[in-house]
Structure formats: C-alpha cells, structure tokens
C-alpha cells in the first residue's frame, strides 16, 4: 500500500482549543474501547498544557488531502525529543495514517537521535504499532512498584483501577553513514 502524503503544520494560537479537543476525543475513545465505563476526558487540561509548556515543545497538526486528520505534540531539544501524544482523528484510523505521521515527524527533526514516548499498558494496538511497526523498544514499565521518575508517586494512573501502568519506549534514530 502506498504511505499517504503527510504535512505536519504547527496549531495556530486561535485552534488550540479545537485541537486540544479532538486529541483528548480520540484517546477518550480508546480508554473507553479498554473500560466501556471510563467517565472521564483524557488526558486532562492540565496534561495538555504541561506538555506545551515543555522546553522545544511544538504542536502539530497532521494534514493529509488537505483535511486535518491527527496531530502530535514534541517536546525537548537537539538530539532528544519526545513524542508528548500523537493522535488519529477516530473516523481517520484504519488508513495507514499514523505510520506516515511518524514518518514525517523524524523527518520534521533530523537532528534528534534519541526518541521517547510512553503509552498505557492496556494499549495493545499501539504497542504494537510503536515496537512492530515503528522499531521502538520497551525500556520500561512504570507502575506503583516502580513509578515513573518524571512525576509524583500520588498522581497515579488515569484509569479505573490503573496503578499508572505504562510503557516507556524509546528509539535511537540511525543516519545515513552512520
């Protein structure tokens, strides 16, 4: 199948707020496909705004066709980046989109080396998708047993009965002639 033709446009000021929107819709969505009951609108507000405060961070809209179809938040500078969150618009997913997207978020930084990124461990598809398709590796699983260093012990997971569990993942970039 052919890679669909991405554009990765930085979130003007006045869309913030519809962006910030549709990525807490799509991974409302999904928690929901793992807890039907799940009452809450991830990630929180103040996710988000953490995020985008970050030192190097970038908001992105993902366009393709001429229609914004996901997006992704950056942060960090030079050689290390983060991939904050990355989502596909729900009635977008199942197109081959988010592989393309990765694609061109490596590209839109040629300089980073090193990559990381952390997802819920109920999150089958996208461990998948990071590690099968994306060439990422597990470097970690943060839980109560062994919290994640970059946030207090009590904050916890987001989830119904989640002890925080997530997966840190992390990819080293390789350049030509390296």
């Given at each position: 199948?052919?890679?669909?033709?991405?554009?990765?446009?930085?979130?003007?000021?006045?869309?913030?707020?519809?962006?910030?929107?549709?990525?807490?819709?799509?991974?409302?969505?999904?928690?929901?496909?793992?807890?039907?009951?799940?009452?809450?609108?991830?990630?929180?507000?103040?996710?988000?705004?953490?995020?985008?405060?970050?030192l190097g961070a970038e908001a992105l809209q993902v366009v393709c066709g001429g229609?914004r179809v996901g997006g992704a938040i950056t942060s960090g500078e030079g050689a290390?980046?983060?991939?904050?969150?990355?989502?596909?618009?729900?009635?977008?997913?199942?197109?081959?989109?988010?592989?393309?997207?990765?694609?061109?978020?490596?590209?839109?930084?040629?300089?980073?080396?090193?990559?990381?990124?952390?997802?819920?461990?109920?999150?089958?598809?996208?461990?998948?998708?990071?590690?099968?398709?994306?060439?990422?590796?597990?470097t970690a699983y943060y839980n109560e047993r062994h919290p994640d260093p970059n946030?207090?012990?009590?904050?916890?997971?987001?989830?119904?009965?989640?002890?925080?569990?997530?997966?840190?993942?992390?990819?080293?970039?390789?350049?030509?002639?390296?």
């Open positions: 199948m052919e890679m669909p033709d991405i554009t990765l446009k930085p979130v003007a000021p006045n869309d913030m707020p519809a962006f910030k929107q549709r990525l807490q819709t799509a991974f409302t969505l999904a928690a929901r496909e793992a807890f039907p009951d799940f009452p809450e609108v991830i990630p929180p507000e103040r996710d988000l705004n953490e995020s985008l405060e970050a229609e290390n980046k983060l991939l904050d969150f990355i989502f596909v618009d729900p009635e977008h997913q199942d197109k081959h989109l988010g592989y393309a997207t990765m694609c061109a978020i490596e590209a839109r930084y040629p300089e980073a080396e090193h990559w990381e990124l952390v997802t819920p461990y109920h999150e089958k598809r996208n461990i998948h998708f990071y590690v099968n398709r994306c060439g990422y590796h597990i946030y207090p012990a009590d904050e916890g997971g987001d989830y119904p009965g989640e002890d925080g569990g997530l997966f840190k993942f992390e990819k080293v970039v390789r350049r030509q002639g390296e």
